[in-house]
């Protein structure tokens, strides 16, 4: 499996209340061209939704994200995730996640947390929350100081502001919601998730 970063240049961030919404919300974001899908833990359907995306679309590559402590990286990986992705690090997280030999995200948004994985080895970072940690100016002074660390940008960010940000050097993909609006959501629109996945896999040409 590629590096998460080179999945797919918007990663939906995707926050689930119906397991039964898993599977076509999944088929719609690989239909728009996004075929990486992050599930975040925040919901009891969580698992559930990861364990049926696992299952029923093979084309898609599902992972699971607030990815908080070991125990949550033995429920992910016994669904069936095939990325982790958090909001932050911790050493007993980041030794899980190797030893479950899953590809993983770590969460920095300073420098001193940036210098740390890479003596650890980590190379491919999430930075969150983006917008609120300094955004692209953070993004920019830290490629001249650290350029082996590559970033998946993630918090406040949406389709005007995402091609700036894949711009960049050191960004390889960013995490968003808004291919996902609560209201088609609730209306189980999948047509119009696929429309605005197609929009958002397009701002990377």
Partial sequence: MPGILALTPVLPVVVLDDV??????AR?????????????????AALGAIRAIAAEVPEATVGAGTV??????????GAGARFLVS??????????ARAAGLPFLPGVSSASEVM??????VREMKFFPAEA????AWLKSLGAAL?????????????????DYLALPNVGCVGGT???????LASRDWARVTRLAREAAALRA
Wanted: net charge negative; glycine share 16%; charged share 15%.
């Fill in 178 to 184: 808004w291919m996902l609006p609560a209201d088609a």
């Fill in 20 to 25: 039964a919404d898993a599977v076509p919300l």
């Fill in 28 to 44: 719609a974001l690989v239909a728009g061209g996004l075929p990486a899908v992050e599930v975040t833990l925040r919901t009891e």
């Fill in 87 to 96: 909001p932050g690090w911790t050493e007993p997280l980041l030794a899980a």
């Fill in 147 to 163: 350029p082996a660390a590559r970033f998946c940008p993630t918090g406040g960010i949406g389709p005007g502001s995402a091609p």
């Fill in 68 to 77: 908080l402590g070991p125990g949550h990286v033995a429920e992910a990986a």
């Fill in 116 to 121: 740390a994985l890479l003596e650890r080895g």
């Fill in 133 to 136: 940690s300094g955004g692209l």
